[in-house]
């Protein structure tokens, strides 16, 4: 298929942003709950999840009636909760330093993705054009 | 789409925020008001946040926000003041204040000051993102 080139060349990015998007829902979810009694904070394992995200890109066809075909987009990642360092008397484990860092590291990196992204894109449009 | 949800998480976070900042307007406001009779005191109240799993959410459990539960009513009984020459003093010259530390929610607004703050960079750098996004491959 013609389509399946052009996914090939954008590579895992698009995976990565949709797990980006996924962890920043999250983290929004924890600075937004920092003062919500016995909240607990959550997170996903980037690695693990990347992993699980690109394996289930493989395509299974379906050649009878009753194949269900694989859903696009990105696998549900699996949430986890926080360690807290420190133990807060309502039961809280938000560190809101912390949630914001790793929101803000979770942005950069969303940012460096989609600056790849850009990149390719333009390189396909390039060989697109046949310009040199 | 997932990037516009980041902004409705943190603006359930606003909302909440918003309301504890009125209640501790409230509660300052009427941290002087006199009364006749104990039951009539102001009392100091403050929202209970509870976390919700909103049904426009339900179906991506990475998405939750924040909620104000119930204004609850806190604080200890009102103090009983001797001032017979108060126009509101009982026949007893009592009048009534309510138990209410300044102290205490001041440190709170500033508390719902600074999450009102990380909301509102939450929202700044998810817009940013967004329109980073919009402008892909151009």
């Given amino acids: 298929m013609a389509a399946n080139g052009i996914d090939k060349a ?12 996924k962890r920043m829902n ?14 607990k904070a959550r997170d996903i394992d980037f690695r693990t999840a990347l992993a699980k ?20 987009g990105v696998s549900q990642p699996q949430i986890q909760f926080r360690q807290p360092l420190q133990e807060s008397v309502n039961g809280n484990t ?15 990196r969303y940012q ?21 | 789409m997932s990037l516009f949800d980041a902004m409705d998480i943190a603006g359930t976070s606003l909302s909440a925020q918003t309301i504890r900042l009125n209640a501790i307007a409230s509660n300052m406001a009427n941290a002087n008001t006199v009364a006749s009779t104990p039951e009539e005191t102001y009392r100091a109240r403050t929202p209970l946040f509870k976390a919700v799993l909103e ?9 939750m926000g924040v ?8 604080g200890g009984d009102p103090r009983a003041e001797f001032n017979p020459g ?14 209410i530390d300044v102290a205490t929610e001041m440190v709170s607004m500033m508390q719902a000051s600074r999450s009102f703050q990380n909301s509102i960079e939450a929202i700044n750098t998810a817009k940013q993102l967004a329109m980073r996004t919009l402008t892909l491959g151009k």
């Fill in chain 1, 10 to 21: 954008l590579g895992i990015s698009p995976q990565v942003l949709a797990l980006r998007m």
């Fill in chain 1, 26 to 39: 999250l983290l929004t979810a924890n600075i937004a709950n920092a003062d919500t009694p016995d909240f």
């Fill in chain 1, 53 to 72: 995200a690109t394996a289930s890109q493989t395509r299974v066809d379906t050649t009878k009636p009753g194949h269900i075909a694989l859903s696009g």
């Fill in chain 1, 94 to 108: 938000v560190d809101a330093q912390a949630e914001h860092a790793a929101f803000m590291e979770n942005a950069m």
């Fill in chain 1, 112 to 132: 460096a993705s989609i600056q790849l992204l850009d990149n390719r894109i333009s390189g396909i449009k390039k060989a697109i054009k046949g310009e040199p």
């Fill in chain 2, 55 to 63: 049904a426009q959410f339900a179906n991506d459990a990475s998405k």
């Fill in chain 2, 67 to 74: 909620q104000v539960d119930r204004i609850e009513e806190v």
């Fill in chain 2, 86 to 99: 108060h126009p509101l003093a009982d026949e007893e010259g009592y009048i009534y204040k309510p138990d």
